[in-house]
């Protein structure tokens, strides 16, 4: 992996991506930071050497490079997924890179169900911790040890400073943000009433596909992480009712507007 990485690494900084300080990760229907950016370069996925190409249709497929908030930011318009066949290695991989370019913080987010019955559709939930019920982990295998220890701490997964500064941004803001704990499963389906019952009984505030191995690998290597779910769906079992993907989207699309002004003004606050 490592000289797959470093090949990937010099293409980028061939194209221009040469000092983004702050790392990116976008979930689906969730792409209008970008709007917000001073784009200075546009590389997709599949002209990346060694990088994976997203298959979901509402997952743009590309790196963007530019400044928001004053920071250079390095930004995943689109992820991979475990359900599209790639290995938790591929879909770590980009995190990866990034940490090798220079970023210094990562901020992620995701659209998630929201098994927590307080909590209502097109809201947000910033993660505090998580269960993972993939079966698999990025970290499986031999270790790399230049990148991080064999047996990493996960005790405090979540930056507590970009949490306490997304805190005061959403009250100064007038933003409702929840807090909660997320599950990762593997999907690509959703989830019987009986599976959503079990993750609220694990202690679950909302489910998703994503999120937790790339927040896994960035502990592996030192790379603090933030994470905020946009709820898409609300997943109470005792009055479950079908969702397409075109909801979902609907309801991400009302919540993007406040997950943008949250990260861009995290962006600007950072050192």
């Known amino acids: 992996m490592q000289t797959q990485l470093n090949?990937?690494?010099?293409?980028?900084n061939q194209q221009g991506i040469t000092a983004p300080e702050i790392g990116i990760i976008l979930g689906t229907g969730l792409g209008g930071l970008v709007k917000e950016i001073d784009v200075q370069l546009e590389v997709p996925y599949d002209t990346i050497p060694h990088f994976p190409v997203s298959t979901v249709e509402s997952h743009h497929?590309?790196?963007?490079?530019?400044?928001?908030?004053?920071?250079?930011?390095?930004?995943?318009?689109?992820?991979?997924?475990?359900?599209?066949?790639y290995s938790m290695q591929q879909i770590t991989y980009p995190v990866r890179v990034m940490k090798l370019l220079g970023v210094k913080r990562l901020l992620i987010s995701n659209a998630a169900g929201a098994v927590n019955t307080n909590f209502k559709k097109s809201s947000l939930m910033l993660i505090t911790d998580h269960i993972n019920l993939y079966p698999d982990n990025p970290l499986i295998g031999k270790n790399l040890d230049e990148f991080g220890p064999r047996f990493p701490d996960m005790s405090d997964a979540y930056d507590r400073d970009m949490n306490n500064k997304l805190r005061e941004i959403a009250k100064t803001n007038n933003i409702t943000l929840h807090e909660g704990v997320y599950a990762p499963v593997q999907g690509p389906?959703?989830?019987?009433?009986?599976?959503?019952?079990?993750?609220?009984?694990?202690?679950?505030?909302?489910?998703?596909?994503?999120?937790?191995?790339?927040?896994?690998?960035?502990?592996?290597?030192?790379?603090?992480?933030?994470?905020?779910?946009?709820?898409?769906?609300e997943c109470d079992p005792d009055n479950l009712a079908p969702v397409e993907l075109a909801e979902i989207l609907e309801a991400a699309a009302v919540a993007e507007p406040q997950l943008t002004l949250l990260y861009k003004e995290l962006v600007t606050q950072l050192a």
């Open 7 to 12: 090949e990937t690494v010099s293409y980028l």
């Open 189 to 233: 389906n959703l989830e019987t009433a009986a599976e959503y019952r079990m993750i609220g009984k694990l202690g679950a505030d909302a489910v998703g596909m994503s999120t937790v191995p790339e927040v896994i690998v960035a502990n592996h290597m030192e790379l603090p992480c933030c994470a905020i779910s946009v709820l898409t769906d």
């Open 61 to 85: 497929g590309k790196l963007i490079y530019g400044q928001l908030g004053g920071k250079t930011v390095l930004v995943m318009q689109g992820r991979f997924h475990y359900y599209e066949g």
